[in-house]
């Protein structure tokens, strides 16, 4: 579960896929739109807060593994990732998830550990290539 409840004041302390890298993430619902905030080292990204319910139920549309693909916004997504997806213009949102310009990108990165603390997938957590799942 969750290490942490979500607040500014008490983040979820997450670790990307490998383990190589910590992390936090908050909700801001008072943002507008309503924001999910992930804050690595000095760099804050910010993502809709909608990502997390919409990426489960397209997990659970996908029905098995998908890699996560994750690329910095200036890079392009490996086509059928995580990262494709979050900034797809067939995603509810029609386009990025990423909401800080230059910042945009990573979501695969990122969106997937939040999901899996939250039990709402599981991650692998291998050096590279690592892949996802919704748990139903």
Request: charge should be negative.
């Amino acid at each position: 579960m969750a290490d942490g409840t979500g607040t500014k004041d008490d983040p979820w302390r997450l670790t990307t896929a490998p383990g190589s890298s910590s992390y936090t993430m908050y909700r801001d619902p008072d943002a507008d739109p309503p924001t999910l905030v992930c804050v690595v080292g000095s760099t804050t990204l910010k993502y809709r807060l909608r990502a997390i319910e919409d990426l489960h139920a397209w997990l659970i549309e996908q029905g098995d593994w998908v890699p996560l693909g994750a690329a910095d916004e200036k890079k392009p997504a490996p086509a059928g990732t995580v990262e494709a997806w979050g900034r797809s213009e067939s995603n509810p949102v029609g386009g990025w998830y990423g909401l800080r310009n230059g910042y945009r990108g990573r979501f695969g990165m990122y969106l997937p550990p939040l999901l899996e603390a939250l039990g709402l997938a599981e991650l692998t957590h291998d050096a590279r290539n690592n892949r996802m799942r919704a748990t139903h």
